[in-house]
């Protein structure tokens, strides 16, 4: 199937276009209102299994107004949207049907902010964005199907908003660039009060066959703070070199903590609701990146690599550890390499991997099979730019984790396109 798909994309001509920009809805001396955004789906083959799938889809509307002082202000407002079914499974027991219940959301929130832009003072953004982190660890991030996983970025299992490092939520973001001779230097900060509660609970906390639940709206995800700084030298196509932190203070305290017997079959059964705990740690994550290039998918070589440390800043599988939460310290890597080529950079190969590895003895040793979490794959790939709108693309992915990680990834082969706005 793979020669088959080559065969196809390789003949077909490069057709010349300019460089893809915003659309505009509106525009006068006072305003800007306009549209971005791309629509992209790949049937892929995973298990023996192949379907369609969507991929990560989005539109944004933007509105620039122009202020005094060279002030710019504005606001964007993006979604993500699962356009190709709305199916649901069906669950059917003897000779009663269940109901699908609701079916997964067709649009939803991906980004929310406002800001004010001074070519003196800087950028200020508040509300859901992407974080400073990500200024450090977008460089590789460019996989069509999968990737990410290493970096924490998008951490926990969500887009990172939670713990900032993704789409940060209800953040406060100000970053500055100051330009040079030999290239460009720009820092990022970052803060964010609370904005979710910790569903929390340990085994044996109070003794054998005991759980230990924390009351809702007790435990939480307190402030946020985020750093990063980058330096984009000229030389050669370009170096890159970047360093980021992202910090949440975890309140994980309570003088009201749920005790269950868990001793007996059936449901828990509550013995006391007035267990005093504290146990208040940090989620923190730090990240160095370095590229070679112009940028991924541009003419010539793009060669990017990132390196994470993390503490309660990754989630096992349910069930896969003993007597504590399934969070774990962790190390990670993710690299990405493309080479373009072509008469109007219409030949793209690319590859690379992610490595997400725990890092914590105590974690390690409690774990049910294993002894330690391990997430690998390697990525290789294929795309075909028909115009600046409209890309074709073939990925592959070789997974060799362990049995721990396995249940998170898996190899998958995958065609799909994409087409800009």
């Known amino acids: 199937m793979n020669s088959k798909i080559l065969k196809h994309l390789l003949p077909l001509p490069c057709l010349a276009a300019s460089a893809v920009q915003a659309v505009p809805i509106y525009q006068?001396?006072?305003?800007?209102?306009?549209?971005?955004?791309y629509f992209t789906a790949h049937m892929v083959n995973t298990r023996g299994d192949t379907q369609m799938q969507n991929g990560a889809s989005r539109i944004r509307i933007g509105l620039n107004v122009p202020a005094y002082d060279k002030w710019d202000t504005g606001f964007n407002v993006e979604w993500g949207i699962n356009a190709i079914s709305s199916a649901q499974n069906l669950i059917i027991q003897g000779d009663q049907q269940a109901a699908p219940g609701d079916r997964g959301e067709s649009l939803y929130l991906r980004q929310g902010?406002?800001?004010a832009k001074h070519p003196k003072w800087g950028d200020f953004t508040i509300g859901k964005q992407w974080s400073v982190y990500y200024e450090v660890t977008y460089i590789t991030d460019w996989y069509n199907v999968s990737g990410g996983l290493a970096s924490g970025t998008y951490a926990l299992g969500t887009d990172g908003g939670v713990s900032g490092t993704g789409r940060a939520d209800s953040a406060i973001t100000w970053r500055k660039a100051w330009e040079f001779e030999a290239g460009e230097f720009k820092i990022g900060l970052q803060y964010a009060n609370h904005v979710a509660d910790l569903d929390i609970a340990v085994d044996d906390v109070a003794g054998p066959d005991t759980l230990l639940v924390c009351p809702p709206g007790d435990c939480e995800y307190g402030q946020n703070q985020g750093i990063s700084a980058v330096y984009r030298a000229n030389i050669g196509k370009g170096l890159f070199l970047g360093l980021a932190y992202n910090r949440v203070q975890m309140d994980i305290a309570s003088d009201n903590g749920l005790i269950f017997d868990t001793s007996r079959s059936g449901d828990p059964i509550l013995i006391s609701d007035d267990f005093v705990f504290d146990a208040d740690s940090n989620d923190w994550t730090a990240a160095?990146?370095?590229y070679y290039g112009v940028s991924a998918y541009e003419k010539?070589?793009?060669?990017?690599?990132?390196l994470d440390r993390s503490q309660n800043n990754e989630l096992a599988p349910a069930g896969s550890v003993e007597g504590i939460t399934n969070f774990f310290d962790a190390k990670g890597s993710e690299s990405f390499i493309s080479y373009t080529w072509g008469a109007n950079n219409c030949y793209s190969i690319y590859g690379g991997h992610n490595l997400l590895r725990s890092d914590d003895n105590e974690f390690d040793r409690a774990l049910v099979v294993e002894n330690e979490f391990r997430l690998?794959?390697?990525?290789?790939?294929?795309?075909y730019r028909w115009n600046d709108r409209v890309k074709l693309y073939f990925e592959n992915a070789f997974d060799s984790s362990n049995d721990v990680a396995a249940p998170v990834v898996g190899d998958?082969?995958?065609?799909?396109?994409?087409?800009?706005i």
Do not use: C, P
């Open 288 to 290: 160095f990146g370095v």
């Open 376 to 383: 690998k794959q390697i990525y290789l790939g294929f795309q």
């Open 300 to 306: 010539g070589w793009y060669a990017a690599l990132v």
């Open 28 to 37: 006068s001396n006072e305003v800007t209102l306009y549209m971005e955004g």
């Open 113 to 115: 902010h406002a800001f």
């Open 412 to 420: 998958f082969s995958a065609v799909g396109f994409r087409v800009d």
